[in-house]
């Protein structure tokens, strides 16, 4: 605020300077100080100065005041002997200011100096009339090569003036402003220069042209020296020697212009460099010859209330590249970006001025655009601005690379490199560290002719961040590369790689075909996560990742990498085909997990991640409803992950709608987890194929969730399911059903299978399925593979030679004399010393010592599995006879005396020994053996 407030008084205090300052009462003075002095003579209206003190090429004048009035002119009228002149240099040495309103007039081709530290204002009326290069500055002075200087506030002295051509400006302590007012020709001739370099320079309405010429701004600080170097149609600057700079701004429909039959070069260097109320800056090429380039350098770049920036061609000659390079770029638009988009998709054509605030290489002609380069730490793009390297007719686009080391923000407004003709788009690539589009903004570069689409790169190392719609709901915030219903050549592809990615509120990144062309893929490498969650505010866009096909073209494929992915209320990954075109493959590859849960909050569309052949896939305001039967295959989709876990309603799925066949669907995850009607399906109506192959660890399916291939018309899809550890509970299937056509097979090898099995028809029970309606000799078939451990694995050779018993026993003791029974995690027999020890014939306990206390019993028990595989319960009961009262009961455990089998086939050790057999094979006495 700080910084406007001296911006707005300083501006205002030299206005109001010049203001006091009549202009009737502004000449030229010439004063004394030079060897051969200036002559001036008035005749009327004209002021003709001549004479001067010439030195080589150079004819220096020196005044005391240099101002021309209204309808009054400045003649530099070079005698006979002055004709060869190359340069005239002027100094004004007294403290007044410049003033010109009339015009600067030279009759042969020098190039004209024109120094005065006090400031230079140009009125509405100012112009030239010269041949050659012109250059105004608040410098204090002109430096030569040879080390001598032409100084306005240096010259007590007669100044050694020097042959050379000039090399540089010298600014003092306190450089003082340009201002430009003229709106009727401040213009050099065809190839030359027009430079202005001062302190702060303000163009209200001010007009600079240069046509197929060079123009520099230069907006210099304190003790600033502006380097000249010279070319052969004038002189270039360079800023190598400045510390700090100050403002430029142009306001009121300012135009700075170099076009010309091929565009020429503009160079812009200040602090703050603003355009505002329609302001333009243009180099583009009209004709057959290439143009210039046009570079900004500043610490900020403010482009507001329809002021552009351009490079562009509208002829066969290729258009000059634009360069920013600022600390931040800000651009505010005037334009509803959804009239901008209306036109453009009706029209395929609009002007600079219909476009409104933004910077532009665009082809309008047969000559390509060239590249448009933003070299930033922020970019904020809002309200309709725009940033373009499009091709409009039969020449190239341009190719556009964003790099902002912080930020780029795109609030309704858009990056885009589209080709709406023959001519081929060019490559969009923006390189950041956070990257945030909503209400509609995104980055955008497809095809609409038979110009081929170009390529999308977004490398953000932190985060992207998409969200919402117009808001009309029509245009999502998105990442997009699209073929539209006249493209012939294929669009680009879209490479996303970042940190984390959100996608919310509708947003989406895609890639879709509307006719013959080839759609792009999309490719996502997200290192962290990646989200997509929720819909639009009126439900009609889902927030999205996706590749669609609505013509004969096939959709791309997607292809997803990342640690996390999570899918919810309504979030969508898919791969689609409303028509005869193909849709794309679907790989997921997600180290951590992937989970999907939840509907939109209207109840309408599931969490999901699909690929469909279907004309309901996906919902969205944008894309019209199709209007051919859906004939194309649904792509096939692969999921590898840690843990997939489905909930709530969403869904994985692939679906072929009437004949169009589903794709395959492979799942290869540690754990899969499906509960609260979460589903993985594969449907198909008169189509083939829509298999599900699922390969896991564990499978669990809880609350009405499904694993399901079911077919209308067409014969039921098959599953396969490879697990460890097959659970379904809750009415939860797996089926692989069919009403007109045979059901599908179903194989599960497991270990194990828990709360579901195989059925003839669904019930309310968890069934494993394969039926047809046509009756049974139609259905299906269900292989389950249950694989049991196999006892011949793992068994120890027993030795040959016995070991003598009684040699490794000593003199046992009564049971009541201090000896104990101990319970260990794990045990077993002891491998035999004198063979290979081979570490495997382990009594393996399967679940930890629990204590169990019911009335004053202390009873600790436990399970292990034997070799053949069999599971037993061991349970230690307290010492006593068990139909005695909790009070008699002792409260220590104590060791058991020896074992029964119950009758439910579980070992259970005794505190006394009871009356059996005791040469039966189920007896074992825990007593002491004594010898």
């Known amino acids: 605020m700080q910084q406007r407030l001296f911006i707005w008084l300083t501006g205002n205090l030299f206005v109001g300077l010049l203001a006091s300052t009549s202009m009737a009462q502004s000449q030229v003075i010439p004063d004394d100080t030079l060897p051969q002095n200036t002559v001036v003579t008035k005749n009327g209206n004209i002021t003709e100065i001549q004479s001067g003190t010439r030195v080589g090429d150079n004819l220096f004048h020196s005044f005391e005041e240099f101002s021309v009035p209204e309808r009054s002119t400045a003649f530099f009228n070079l005698e006979t002997i002055n004709q060869d002149v190359q340069n005239i240099i002027n100094r004004v040495t007294e403290t007044k200011l410049s003033e010109i309103n009339g015009t600067i007039q030279i009759n042969n081709t020098a190039n004209l100096f024109l120094i005065n530290p006090q400031g230079i204002l140009f009125g509405a009326n100012a112009k030239l009339d010269i041949s050659g290069s012109f250059l105004a500055s608040t410098a204090n002075s002109i430096q030569f090569p040879d080390g001598r200087e032409f100084s306005a506030t240096n010259y007590s002295t007669p100044p050694l003036l020097s042959i050379n051509v000039p090399i540089g400006l010298q600014f003092g302590s306190n450089p003082a402003p340009i201002e430009n007012q003229s709106t009727g020709g401040l213009q050099v001739k065809l190839g030359q220069t027009l430079a202005l370099v001062g302190g702060e320079l303000r163009f209200p309405g001010g007009h600079l042209t240069a046509p197929q010429g060079r123009i520099e701004l230069g907006s210099v600080g304190e003790n600033s020296f502006v380097q000249i170097t010279p070319t052969i149609n004038g002189f270039t600057l360079g800023y190598e020697g400045v510390e700090n700079f100050q403002d430029i701004h142009l306001s009121q429909q300012s135009v700075v212009d170099a076009s010309g039959t091929g565009g020429g070069f503009i160079q812009v260097q200040g602090a703050q460099v603003n355009l505002t109320q329609g302001s333009q800056i243009r180099a583009d090429t009209r004709g057959n010859i290439n143009g210039g380039d046009i570079t900004i350098q500043a610490e900020q770049l403010n482009l507001q209330e329809g002021a552009f920036v351009s490079a562009s061609t509208f002829g066969d000659g290729a258009a000059g590249s634009l360069m920013v390079n600022a600390s931040s770029v800000e651009i505010i638009g005037t334009r509803n970006l959804q009239e901008v988009l209306d036109k453009l998709f009706k029209t395929r054509t609009i002007t600079l001025d219909e476009l409104g605030s933004g910077l532009f290489s665009l082809s309008f002609g047969s000559g390509a655009a060239n590249h448009l380069i933003i070299n930033t730490e922020i ?431 000593v003199t046992g003791c009564a049971a009541d004399q201090g000896n104990s029974f101990v319970v260990t995690g794990r045990g077993g027999l002891p491998e035999d010393p004198t063979q290979t020890l081979r570490g495997r014939t382990i009594w393996r306990d399967l679940r930890t010592l629990v204590l169990n206390e019911d009335e004053g019993d202390q009873v600790e028990t436990f399970s292990g599995t034997s070799g053949s595989g069999a599971s037993r319960d061991v349970t230690v009961e307290p010492l006593g006879d068990r139909g005695e009262s909790p009070s008699e009961r002792r409260s220590s455990i104590v060791e058991a005396q020896g074992w029964i089998i119950n009758a439910q086939g579980q070992v259970e050790l005794v505190a006394h020994v009871p009356e059996v057999n005791p040469h039966s094979p189920w007896y074992k006495s825990a007593t002491c053996l004594n010898e």
Do not use: C, H
């Open 379 to 809: 970019l904020n793009v809002r309200e309709g601005g725009f940033i373009s390297t499009s091709s409009f007719s039969t020449g190239s686009g341009g190719d556009m690379i964003v790099r902002a080391s912080e930020s780029v923000e795109l609030v309704s407004s858009e990056l885009f490199a589209d080709s709406y003709g023959q001519g081929n788009a060019g490559k969009l690539t923006v390189q950041t560290r956070q990257l945030i589009t909503r209400d509609g903004g995104g980055i955008f570069n497809s095809t609409f002719d038979t110009g081929r689409g170009g390529n999308v790169l977004i490398q953000a190392s932190d985060s992207i961040e998409l969200i919402g719609t117009t808001p009309d709901g029509r245009f999502k915030s998105a990442i997009a590369s699209n073929a539209f219903e006249d493209a012939t050549q294929a669009t680009g592809n879209v490479s996303i790689e970042t940190r984390r990615l959100i996608i919310r509120e509708g947003a989406g990144i895609g890639a879709a075909t509307f006719g013959t062309a080839q759609g792009g893929t999309v490719k996502i490498q997200a290192s962290d996560s990646v989200e997509l969650i929720g819909t639009s505010a009126n439900g009609r866009e889902l927030s999205s990742l996706n590749t669609q096909s609505f013509g004969k073209g096939a959709a791309g494929d997607i292809e997803v990498y990342t640690r996390q992915l999570v899918l919810r209320d309504g979030g969508v990954i898919s791969t689609t085909t409303q028509n005869a075109g193909r849709a794309g493959r679907l790989v997921v590859r997600a180290s951590e997990f992937v989970e999907l849960s939840g509907i939109s909050a209207d109840g309408q569309f599931s969490s999901s991640m699909r690929s469909d052949a279907s004309s309901d896939s996906v919902p969205s305001g944008f894309i019209p409803p199709p209007r051919t039967e859906v004939l194309g295959k649904a792509g096939d989709v692969t999921i590898e992950t840690g843990r997939l876990i489905i909930r709530d309603g969403a869904e994985v799925t692939v679906n072929g709608e009437k004949l169009a066949a589903a794709g395959n669907l492979r799942v290869d995850a540690d754990l899969i987890w499906l509960m609260n009607g979460g589903a993985i399906s594969a449907t198909t109506r008169a189509g083939t194929e829509g298999n599900i192959i699922l390969q896991t660890q564990n499978l669990l399916l809880q609350n009405q969730s499904q694993i399901s291939t079911n077919a209308e018309n067409a014969n039921g899809g098959n599953i396969t399911i490879d697990t460890g550890n097959l659970v379904a509970l809750n009415n939860s299937d797996i089926s692989a059903n069919a009403q007109a056509g045979a059901g599908g097979r179903v194989t599960v090898n497991a270990f194990g299978i828990f709360g579901t099995q195989f059925r003839e028809a669904l019930t309310p029970e968890s069934d494993i399925t394969a039926t047809s309606a046509l009756g049974a000799e139609f259905k299906g078939r269900v292989n389950i593979n249950i694989e049991e451990i196999d006892p011949n694995q793992g068994l120890v050779r027993l030795p040959e030679n016995f070991t003598e018993p009684r040699n490794q026993i």
